[in-house]
């Protein structure tokens, strides 16, 4: 198993420009996440999802779309890319039942 | 809403050596999960400990044990002998099980983090 990939590993990203990060798991698991991480400063929850065709806001979503059309895939969609969306951002998934969040690499995007 | 908060920002120690780490949280909930996770400069995020809040014995992992108060809302982390290898950023979280509908979401909450350098 691969566990949970994320694409790509770095991004620079133009104000304004759009992009998606990929996020693909490889272990069943019903539930995903998308985080992201500020330098300095702990994960902070971004849009998660339940099962396909069932995502949810979660703290930060303002300027993000999730979409969830199969149980592998969990994309984040950047609209309009802005200087404060710099980050780390993290991709998780878990099973129904358990309690651990099985992390990806995470992919470090920059916006200037 | 559920607040995690680390003091710490940064520890230092030397290898061999014991350090704890502390973590507080507030909630109103009475079942919950708290963690720490452990990030190398790799960035890659590693489940280090779990302990379920109804469970009174603290939960041990080798050389990594915690210190749960409920009352209190405290969780510190305790590493015994430290290595060079456990140099890395560690965060708390908590989560609790949302359900509606029946459906469990389970998001997790982070602390700022810690920094912990160990020292040959």
């Known amino acids: 198993n691969a566990g949970v990939t994320q694409t790509p590993k770095f991004r620079i990203l133009k104000i304004g420009q759009s992009m998606t990060l990929q996020c693909t798991q490889d272990m069943n698991h019903n539930y995903m996440y998308w985080y992201r991480q500020d330098p300095g400063m702990g994960l902070k929850l971004i849009y998660y999802s339940v099962g396909a065709g069932i995502t949810d806001k979660g703290e930060v979503p303002n300027g993000y779309n999730v979409s969830r059309s199969t149980t592998e895939d969990f994309p984040l969609r950047l609209e309009l890319a802005a200087p404060s969306q710099t980050s780390v951002y993290f991709c998780a998934s878990r099973t129904t039942a358990g309690y651990e969040q099985y992390f990806g690499p995470g992919t470090r995007l920059t916006v200037t | 809403a559920q607040t995690v908060t680390q003091s710490q920002p940064e520890m230092s120690v030397q290898e061999a050596e014991t350090v704890t780490l502390s973590c507080t949280y507030d909630?109103?909930?009475?079942?919950?999960?708290l963690f720490w996770y452990k990030q190398p400069p790799s960035r890659q995020m590693i489940l280090v400990i779990r302990q379920e809040a109804y469970k009174q014995q603290n939960a041990t992992e080798n050389r990594f044990s915690v210190n749960f108060q409920k009352a209190a809302k405290s969780f510190s982390l305790k590493i015994s002998d430290s290595q060079l290898g456990d140099t890395a950023m560690y965060f708390c979280a908590f989560m609790k099980h949302h359900y509606a509908g029946g459906t469990s979401y389970g998001k997790l909450t982070f602390g700022q983090g810690t920094i912990l350098t160990v020292h040959p």
């Open positions: 909630t109103s909930e009475n079942n919950y999960y």
